[in-house]
């Protein structure tokens, strides 16, 4: 666990470092100041891992503040967090023993990433606050804008102060360095990737032709499928009305023993008289029988229609495909009957066999 102290003059702030840090599982806000001369006495007493300091506070400013707690707690680091961001207060605040220089705009996730890493050990500062701290020169040499006299009240810092300042200043350094590399990196794979663009639209392009021309003869080739099978059903259809069946009774289209075709049929074999009759078909289109074929005689016709009307879901008969042929009057026994031969004189006509 990170052990913080938050010192601030203002309370309002004390309060929203405390609120946004409560989420860190890893972050525990041991104890809060408004001053300098305060936070060194909670130092001296809490010793916390983390000085959370503001610079500009009335009684003690947080840059000698940070002097005094590096100066006599060594295990404690302090991060400065403020609103000002000029030269002065940066190489201060860094000649004093700081840690890490962050701005109060920065966001509280960040806030506590800066406070792991200080504990890891690690220098932080704001973005666009490092440029302000070094020098280019032509030859690529980087320079610090930190001096070797340190801003203090006492003229008698140790060196082991100073040593610590330029650690700090060979960190700041060698964070300039990977941040240059790292855009370079950066850089190249940009570089990478224009290369590429290119070939990456051209195959784009094919493909994007490849599906127009798929669309296009899937569209073209729907109604054309459409109107196959429209013409398929016909034919077939066709073929089903003009097709003789081969059995005596049959379904319309599909001849099978079965519904009610099947249960006029019977009836017609039950029927004494339409039971030889061979020359005319049963078939059935939804709730009405169709006749097919030759019959002798026409009352024969009606009786097969008035029987078939008495068969249970028959409503109704159609005999317009049964032709009457009176020269097949013979056909109910299965033997030919003579036919009547008209003869006449000069009074009248008779028939006789």
Known sequence: ????????????????????????????????????????KQVETLQPDIVIMNVEMPGMDGANATRQIV??????????????????????????????????????????????????????????????????TDSGVVLSKLKAPVYSSRQNIGS????????????LQVAVRQQQEEIAQLRRSLDISKQELPRIRKNLS??????????????????????????????????????????????????????????????????????DVSSVYVAQEGDAIVLKGTIADS?????????????????KVYTSQVAVQTEFRGDISGVAEPRFTPVCNEQACYDRW
């Open 71 to 136: 100066e006599r707690f060594p295990n404690t680091k302090v991060l400065i967090f403020t609103s000002y961001d000029s030269d002065e207060y940066i190489t201060k605040s860094f000649a004093m023993g700081a840690k890490g220089y962050l701005l109060k705009s920065l966001e509280t996730k960040e806030l506590a990433g800066a406070i792991r890493n200080i504990y890891k050990g690690y220098t932080q500062i704001a973005p666009g606050l490092l440029e302000k701290l070094l020098v280019y």
């Open 299 to 315: 009352a024969l016709l009606e009786r097969m229609t008035n029987i078939a009307m008495e068969v249970t879901g028959v409503n």
């Open 1 to 40: 666990m990170i052990r913080v102290l938050l010192v601030d003059d203002q309370k309002s702030v004390r309060e929203a470092l405390k609120i946004s840090l409560k989420p860190e599982t890893d972050i525990e806000v041991v104890g809060t100041a408004d001053n300098g001369i305060t936070a060194i």
């Open 160 to 171: 082991r102060h100073l040593a610590k300042s330029q650690k700090t200043i060979s960190g």
């Open 206 to 275: 094919t493909h994007s032709r490849h599906i127009k021309l798929i669309s296009l003869l899937w569209l073209v080739s729907l109604p054309l499928l459409g109107v196959f099978l429209l013409r398929l059903y016909a034919q077939a259809n066709d073929l089903q009305l003009s097709v003789i069946p081969t059995e005596r009774i049959g379904l319309y289209g599909e001849f099978n023993l079965s519904g009610i075709a099947q249960r006029v049929a019977k009836e017609f074999e039950a029927d004494p008289i339409l039971s």
